[in-house]
């Protein structure tokens, strides 16, 4: 898709949020509504608008994002874990994967289902993801502004690994896709909105990409053990196409595209806080998994006092597993504590007392009322 600086006179520019030909001195865009950029500054921004996504910040901040997190999980495996560079790169185990973010099908933890669309699983799946985000997010980011690709890429996203968590087999789930399938059904019904003949092009080439992507995952899936998810890649085309057809466009005037802005940006600020709240949990989560192994390497060693301060953070900072009431009850035991465990007894099976499991802790809390 073209921006429109190409047929632009000599006495218009370009908004720089809407892309869209206004005349030069106009301070505020007619259309978008948008301040406008100094002279200084819309010279500058001109170096950037042959780029792809030169212009599309919500774009650029998404894959740097997405590739920065890739980088530290990989450091992380490789330094704290002792796995090699290839094995982090081309497959990394999936407990360590779990500990960044990723969501185990069948184990609803709300927050996953958001940090698990920032986690990659492998170079080959940020590689092809990120290609294919570069290449379809400007067009959404385009249409809708930034604020409101980054609230889409959440939404559709975090819906997808809800459907996938709800309908999916037993298995660990990462990755992007769902929130660019998301993008992909956004940009091909807004595409088909606006029914000029450039657009209707965009829209086709959406739909390739979309069938593609399915045909792709439903043949691999039954040829290979690979895991794809399928639910995942359908759901988010399928909730991408309904915002696609609710959300008006950059190209709406008047008093609704005001609002949409305003409501756009608080709907970022929203979905930025919950990203980064999503994203305090996966870190508490982390630093329990450690402490959850230090407390596990002191009972099978036999260092009492020091496993029993391990299990007690490992307790503290994740109290939504089964294992940290259970080894913070055994150690308890062990070191003769038994009033601490009576209380974590109760209050372990009050929290999981809806689990469809039997509770692990569950014999060593009646052992203690014998």
Known sequence: MQNETANATPHEKTCHACLASIPMGEKRCRYCGEKQLSPLEYRISQKFLHSRIGVYPATK???????????????????????????????????????????????????????????????????????????????????????????????????????????????????????????????????????TALSLEVRNSMLIWAASVMIFG??????????????????????????????????????????????????LLLAIGITLTSFGFMTASSVSYRYQTECIAGIKLKTYPKAQKSCEIAYKTDKSQTISYHNYILISIINGKRDVARSLCTEGRQRFKNSPQPLSFDEMCRSIGR
Request: proline residues 3%; positive net charge; aromatic residues 10%.
């Open 61 to 195: 901040l998404l894959l740097l994002v997405l590739v920065l997190l890739f980088i530290a999980m990989s450091i992380d495996i490789v330094t704290t874990d002792g796995y090699g560079l290839a094995n982090a790169l081309l497959e990394p185990p999936s407990e360590l994967i779990y500990r960044w973010g990723a969501h185990l099908r069948g184990d609803f933890v709300w927050w996953r289902l958001i940090t698990a669309n920032f986690i990659h699983i492998g170079i080959i799946h940020i590689v092809f993801n990120a290609y294919a985000l570069r290449y379809v997010s400007p067009y959404v980011e385009r249409a809708y502004g930034g604020s409101l690709t980054f609230v889409s890429f959440l939404f559709t996203g975090t819906v997808s690994m809800l459907m996938s968590n709800i309908f999916g087999a037993p298995g660990l789930v990462a990755g992007a896709s769902g929130g660019l399938m998301g993008f992909i059904g956004l940009a091909a019904v807004s595409a088909h909105r606006e029914k």
């Open 218 to 267: 439903i043949v691999v899936s039954q040829l290979t053990p690979m895991g794809i998810d399928n639910i995942a890649h359908a759901a988010g085309f399928a909730m991408g196409a309904l915002l696609g057809c609710i959300l008006p466009t950059q190209s709406t005037t008047g008093f609704t595209k005001l609002r949409t802005i305003r409501l756009a940006r608080l709907g």
